[in-house]
Every structure is written in structure tokens, then in C-alpha cells.
């Protein structure tokens, strides 16, 4: 990783943690896959696009409804829970 990729990778993370209002460190909590079977979403808002068969790092159980996650071009969002599936 150059060290500009690693700047730009921290101002992801503060801008997300200003979005989301989002305290304390971020950490990967556990890896989950979207559900192959679901309905591709484009995203919006606070919410992540929906693209079957993809690994999402997940950041917080927020809710029943929903999970927030980082996808691998480092943008953070909600995803519906039951779209989710554990690997």
C-alpha cells in the first residue's frame, strides 16, 4: 500500500465516521456474503449497493433490519440483514 492510498483510505473512514455518526475505532467485526439469491440494489444514501455473491466486511450489527458494512472499494453503508448471509 503506497502512502497515498493510505490517505485516502483515512479521509474514507473520517468522512464515514462524520456520516455516521460513527464513535471509536472502526473494526471488522466478521466477514458476511450477500445473498446470491437477492435482488441487485444500486445504493443511495447511507445505503450500500446490493451485489450478489459479494463479501462485505461488517462494522456494526446496527439494528434486526440492517448491518453496517465496508465493501471492497472501501465505501461504508447500511445492507438489509436479510440479505446476508454468514460464510
Known amino acids: ?3 497515498k492510498e493510505c490517505k485516502k483510505e ?3 473512514d ?3 465516521q462524520k456520516k455516521f455518526k460513527f464513535e471509536g475505532s472502526i473494526n471488522v ?3 458476511m ?3 446470491p439469491a437477492v435482488t441487485e440494489k ?3 444514501g447511507k445505503n450500500l449497493p446490493l451485489r450478489r455473491g459479494e463479501i462485505l466486511d461488517v462494522i456494526q450489527f446496527t439494528n434486526q433490519e440492517q448491518i453496517l458494512c465496508r465493501n ?3 465505501r461504508y453503508g447500511y445492507v438489509p440483514r436479510a440479505a446476508m448471509l454468514h460464510l
Open 1 to 3: 500500500i503506497t502512502l
Open 33 to 35: 456474503m450477500v445473498d
Open 10 to 12: 483515512e479521509k474514507a
Open 14 to 16: 473520517r468522512e464515514f
Open 42 to 44: 444500486r445504493g443511495g
Open 29 to 31: 467485526l466478521t466477514q
Open 72 to 74: 471492497s472499494q472501501r
